[in-house]
């Protein structure tokens, strides 16, 4: 599969006018005042989470941050150490972690959704912003089998970056079997593994490391919250081909028996709406071709989302994103939310997506199979691509 530059059909947020009177001769009350500033502020909210809902939804080879309508955030708390601050794991120390099958002894049926896996020993490492006026951010989805799967893979690695110098959103993907440095392994690795060793922050410091970014902040969901979310906007379009419908069901079927849920199976190929359940299914399997169509199925249910949340009134997205409330993870605080709403507002016309390794900068290794990168090549153009410069 080829990468694609390509633009997305843009999400549109209507901004309205300012609020309150800047003539100091008809000033409102403070309370009023007060009262504008907060509807402001919940009206950045609400612009963030549709934003964001649209641009990250299922967490496939894709990402949200979403707040609930009055301010709730489902916040993970994970530490952010200088340097020197940072103790180092010796090398080899996690050569004898294993990624280890799903515990299903607790089903999403069960309610709620699969906490981020925190390790205390793996803190993020504090890396300088490399550009004010680009951010880039960690959304992730796991390969969890339960609610009580905490330590499990991840899956659909993507960093969105806001980057206000070209005025756009660019969403890159890290495929999961990229092979990695990660610390204290003493051999190169997946990059899905790091999340299973030490939790959030060895992954972004994986991340960081391997291809010189700055991350500090992430999102993560799971497979209950992805699905629920398409069932929250009534389906999704999908053209699924006849060599697919065989690999759907059989991960229908595995969901089912992990949600405890009684949804059909496919029963024909083609255009047609498929389900929360359905469609994750239909983007996770792995056995029809490859990893890079893989990665191509969890985009086009992203981007089907995206189409349906832009498609619905207001009234409609608002109840989305009440709906949807709690299904998430972040360590942006709600300052953070604001921040980062503001900046987002501006950019939702203009969204790009790239894929990592790049077409003819990896090779295959097969045993274990691996995508080995050709970082002298690979690590300028993602430069190139972020920030506009090879050299940062």
């Not at 990402?63 to 708390?77: E, K, N, P, T």
């Not at 959304?139 to 960093?159: E, H, L, N, P, Y």
Request: hydrophobic share 40%; glycine share 8%.
């Amino acid at each position: 599969m080829k990468s694609s530059n390509s633009h997305s059909t843009p999400i549109r947020a209507r901004q309205g006018g300012s609020l309150g009177n800047s003539n100091p001769s008809t000033a409102l009350p403070p309370n009023v005042q007060k009262n504008g500033a907060n509807a402001k502020r919940r009206k950045i909210i609400r612009i963030l989470a549709y934003v964001l809902l649209g641009v990250f939804g299922v967490g496939l080879g894709s990402a949200i941050y979403l707040f609930q309508l009055v301010g709730q955030v489902g916040y993970s708390s994970v530490a952010i150490v200088n340097n020197a601050d940072y103790t180092p794991i010796e090398l080899g120390s996690l050569d004898s972690e294993q990624v280890a099958e799903g515990d299903t002894s607790s089903s999403w049926s069960t309610g709620g959704h699969t906490k981020v896996y925190v390790n205390e020993k793996f803190p993020i490492k504090k890396v300088a912003q490399k550009d004010p006026n680009v951010e880039n951010i960690l959304v992730f989805g796991i390969d969890s089998r339960g609610t009580d799967d905490v330590k499990c893979r991840a899956d659909a690695v993507m960093i969105v970056s806001l980057d206000n110098n070209t005025k756009s959103i660019k969403l890159i993907s890290l495929m999961r079997d990229t092979g990695v440095t990660i610390e204290g392994r003493s051999s190169t690795d997946k990059l899905t593994h790091s999340y299973a060793y030490g939790g959030v922050g060895l992954l972004i410091n994986t991340i960081n490391d391997n291809f010189g970014l700055d991350v500090q902040r992430f999102v993560m969901l799971d497979f209950k919250s992805s699905s629920s979310l398409i069932d929250l906007v009534g389906g999704i379009e999908i053209d699924v081909l006849p060599k697919e419908v065989k690999y759907a069901n059989q991960s229908i079927n595995e969901e089912n028996m992990l949600l405890g849920t009684s949804v059909p199976l496919l029963t024909n190929s083609g255009m047609q709406t498929l389900n929360g359940v359905q469609a994750i299914a239909w983007s996770r399997i792995r056995h029809a071709d490859s990893d890079f169509v893989r990665t191509s199925r969890q985009r086009a249910v992203a981007m089907a989302l995206m189409k349906k949340v832009a498609a619905q009134n207001r009234i409609k997205q608002l109840s989305i994103l009440g709906d949807s409330a709690g299904m998430f993870e972040t360590n942006m605080t709600q300052a953070d939310l604001l921040r980062v709403g503001s900046a987002a507002i501006g950019l939702v016309g203009n969204i790009v997506e790239y894929r990592i390794p790049d077409d003819g900068l990896y090779t295959v290794q097969e045993n274990p199979w691996m995508m080995i990168i050709d970082w002298a090549k690979q690590i300028p153009k993602l430069h190139e691509y972020i920030w506009g410069r090879s050299d940062i």
